[in-house]
């Protein structure tokens, strides 16, 4: 009888429909609206950008499974989500080789050394994007105007600096800020130069907030981060308007944005547990704070974020949550 | 009042397949033959009282209880035993079981005698706990501390079950009167009747009898594990049950439905526990809630229905969450049998793998509050003392951990075979 081969597990014998290939799907979802935004500024120079690294992450995603002899699982769409995170991280004009050893060690170094999906302790993209901005600085922080795709198809690499780094320019060399930034609002929609992904607050909190509503990931992390930044920038701001930029312009410029909503929730590196996440971003908006404050580079974002990654697992061990009706240690 | 535990899921509860199908006897031919098996409860087997050949009727002892924890079996048939043997069990492979071979289908159980104790007579009824975790009944029904609130469990939150759904509309009134039997030989202040509230023709049933008899009917959120006795206690009176302790440390007693029915019977009607109701459902033709004695054959309640749709792939002994799948349906209904669910490969889930994402989905579905994906590491790498420090004995084996992990991560089973490892460490440390 065909019941001689019944099928024996363990319980549960029904599960939730999601699996990991959908979630690393819904992330990509979640980044369509930036992704959107940096091809209408970028036009050519974003997408060529996004197909060199998603083909290049995929194939050593690829090419590294083999060499180790393990199934070649591109199919749970990780690689994919680091294709285009790192792209997003990366100045709209790169080189191309650039991008080749963004991808190299995002995937190889960032994830695959560590033993792949899962178990790497810091974000893929963020360790390229920090290795990349120490090793090739000057290609790194070549930013080029944004120009609507609707108003002009002929890129000039005109250079635009970020406001971020125009700010601390000036902070550094004339110990106050002088340009007057406060017309800023073309900012919240993506008008400045940066990183591909970087540029469009709305576009990335939109993304968020589906993540959010969809469960992928939870408030936690992107509001502790937001909330304990502003909590540092403001008064800064206050005490100092000529050696600060305002509040809002910290918020919606540089990667803070894609930073509170799709790195730093990266759930691979960030705390299993949702007190361990409020620490976790806690810590996280306020390195971001100090390094853009205090530190040599405009940015704080990438840096926050891999340095509290570091802290994973002293959170997720400490920080167990108390269970129903705990006893006493015996 | 806190109302509602943490955690918990929300399944596809597929009940409508067959909650409006009331229960239905099965019938017995001569000559066909049931399987009882002598441990159908959580504690030491029963001793056998027959031998070979013995002629038994429907309702004798067959089995004696051994030990404190532990209770009587009786013969659901009247027959000859025709050889004492190995049976397929669904929880621990093989277990002793007396194969019995009707004579007479039509006999009804024998009546035991009534005028014990009242916990003697539970004890001689051979009653257990009938949710599925087979505790026997008079023990629980031997508090050593005293009881306010009894609370009558009707949440039936296992996707697919219906069978005490249908009790609780059919039998109504026994299930309220063996409740009432309860608190009156308990002394207890306070009745309360728990149902999840997709099952409002049960609350309408119970609310019929409120005048006649005083207790309270509470409707709770439906999610899974809402029957389960810590999380009921939480939700039904706000009171939490300390991890390691039983309900009665904080003055509560559960008993389920098909239990309060079955004491009923047994102390109104002298009934032994020879039958009980079972949810036949999923890939089979015609799927039902079966009145079915104790020994059948799983695969006669599977011919009951009509036979498989399509090709049966995986077999379900009780509910999709916490229930066992068989390898075989040469396998008796016991006590603890509350459905038979049948899964084809199409109606089952990928089970792909991959590794941990540690999305925390776990973290957020368990109802005890634990952490399983960090405890899946401690397991995987055999580190028990930290198992045991991230408090797995906590863990009540509900399954909403496995059930939403999108890496499709086993959790469940770790912690399964983790607590046995956990309890001799617990043991030796309490041996120094
Ligand atoms: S649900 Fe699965 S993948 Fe997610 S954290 Fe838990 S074990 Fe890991
Ligand atoms: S099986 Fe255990 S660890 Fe998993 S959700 Fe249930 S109680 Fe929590």
């Known amino acids: 009888m065909s019941e001689n081969k019944l099928l024996v597990t363990f319980s549960p014998h029904i599960r939730d429909s999601v699996q990991t290939d959908k979630i690393m799907l819904n992330v990509i979802y979640a980044l369509i609206p930036a992704i959107a935004v940096s091809i209408y500024y970028f036009g050519f120079f974003a997408l060529k950008t996004y197909i060199l690294t998603i083909i290049f992450t995929l194939a050593f995603e690829a090419l590294f499974l083999k060499i180790r002899g393990r199934r070649i699982t591109l199919d749970d769409n990780s690689a994919l989500v680091t294709a285009i995170l790192l792209a997003m991280n990366l100045p709209p004009a790169s080189p191309w080789w650039l991008i080749l050893i963004g991808s190299f060690i995002a995937i190889v170094v960032g994830k695959q050394v560590f033993g792949g999906l899962g178990q790497n302790p810091f974000n893929p993209a963020l360790v390229a994007r920090v290795f990349l901005l120490i090793s090739w600085p000057a290609q790194m922080t070549s930013w080029i105007k944004p120009t609507p795709i609707i108003e002009n198809f002929n890129f000039d690499s005109v250079s635009a600096a970020t406001p971020l780094s125009q700010a601390k320019t000036e902070l550094i060399s004339n110990g106050k800020i002088l340009t007057d930034f406060s017309d800023a609002s073309a900012y919240f929609l993506g008008n400045i130069g940066g990183s591909l992904g970087e540029i469009s607050a709305i576009a990335l909190i939109l993304g968020g907030l589906y993540l959010i509503y969809k469960k992928i990931i939870s408030w936690h992390i992107p509001v502790s981060y937001l909330a304990s930044f502003l909590i540092i920038v403001i008064p800064y701001w206050l005490f100092f308007p000529d050696k600060s930029l305002s509040p809002f312009i910290h918020l919606f410029t540089g990667g803070l944005m894609l930073g509170a909503f799709f790195m730093a929730t990266d759930m691979v590196t960030s705390p299993i547990t949702k007190k361990g996440q409020i620490i976790f971003g806690v810590g996280c908006g306020v390195l971001t704070a100090v390094i853009r404050l205090f530190g040599g580079y405009p940015e704080g974002v990438s840096f926050a974020i891999l340095i509290m990654n570091a802290f994973v697992p002293l959170i997720d061990y400490y920080i167990r949550p108390e269970s129903l009706g705990e006893a006493e240690k015996v | ?432």
Request: charged share 25%.
């Open chain 2, 1 to 432: 009042m806190t109302n509602g535990f943490i955690g918990g899921i929300h399944p596809d509860y597929k009940k409508t397949l067959t909650a409006d199908k009331p229960i239905e006897k099965l019938s017995y031919e001569k000559d066909e033959i049931v399987s009882v098996p002598l441990s159908q409860h959580i504690g030491a087997p029963a001793q056998e009282l027959v031998k070979k050949k013995e002629q038994v009727l429907c309702g004798q002892k067959i089995g004696a209880s051994k030990g404190f924890i532990s209770t009587n079996i009786h013969s659901s048939v009247t027959g000859e035993v025709v050889s004492i043997g190995n049976l397929n069990s669904p929880l621990t492979g093989k277990v002793k079981g007396i194969n019995i071979k009707i004579s007479n289908p039509e006999d009804s159980p024998k009546q035991i005698d009534t005028g014990k104790k009242f916990q003697d007579l539970i004890l001689e009824a051979g009653i257990v706990g009938m949710g599925g975790a087979t505790f026997p009944t008079h023990v629980k029904l031997s508090p050593p501390k005293k009881i306010d609130t009894l609370i009558i469990n009707g949440a039936e939150c296992e996707p697919f079950l219906t069978c005490d759904y249908r009790l609780m509309i059919e039998s109504t009134e026994e299930i309220i009167k063996g409740a009432k039997i309860i608190q009156d030989e308990l002394k207890i202040e306070k009745l309360i009747i728990a149902v999840e509230d997709n099952k409002p023709e049960a609350i309408k049933a119970f609310n019929k009898y409120i005048h006649g008899f005083n207790f309270e009917v509470k409707a709770l959120p439906t999610v899974y594990p809402q029957g389960g006795e810590k999380q009921l206690i939480l939700s039904v009176l706000g009171r939490i049950v300390p991890e390691g302790k039983l309900p009665l440390e904080v003055g509560v007693i559960v008993h389920n439905v098909a239990t309060c029915k079955a004491l009923y019977d047994a102390v109104e009607n002298g009934l032994p526990l020879t039958e009980r109701a079972v949810t036949v459902t999923g890939a089979v033709k015609e799927p039902k809630n079966l009145l079915v004695k104790i020994g059948t054959p799983v695969s006669k309640l599977i011919d009951a229905c009509g036979g498989y749709v399509g090709e049966p792939e995986k077999i379900v002994i009780g509910g999709p969450m916490m229930g066992f799948s068989a390898n075989t349906t040469d396998m008796p209904v016991s006590k603890a049998t509350s459905g038979v669910i049948v899964f084809r490969k199409e109606d089952l889930p990928s089970l792909k793998m991959t590794n941990c994402i540690r999305c925390g989905r776990c973290v957020s579905a368990c109802p005890m509050g634990l952490v399983p994906a960090i405890m899946e590491q401690f397991a995987i790498s055999e580190l028990y003392e930290r198992l045991l420090d991230w408090h797995v004995l906590n863990c009540i084996e509900c399954g909403c951990c496995s059930y939403v992990c999108p890496a499709r991560r086993p959790l469940v089973g770790y912690f399964k075979t983790g607590k046995r490892q956990v309890m001799n460490i617990v043991k030796e440390r309490e041996n120094k």
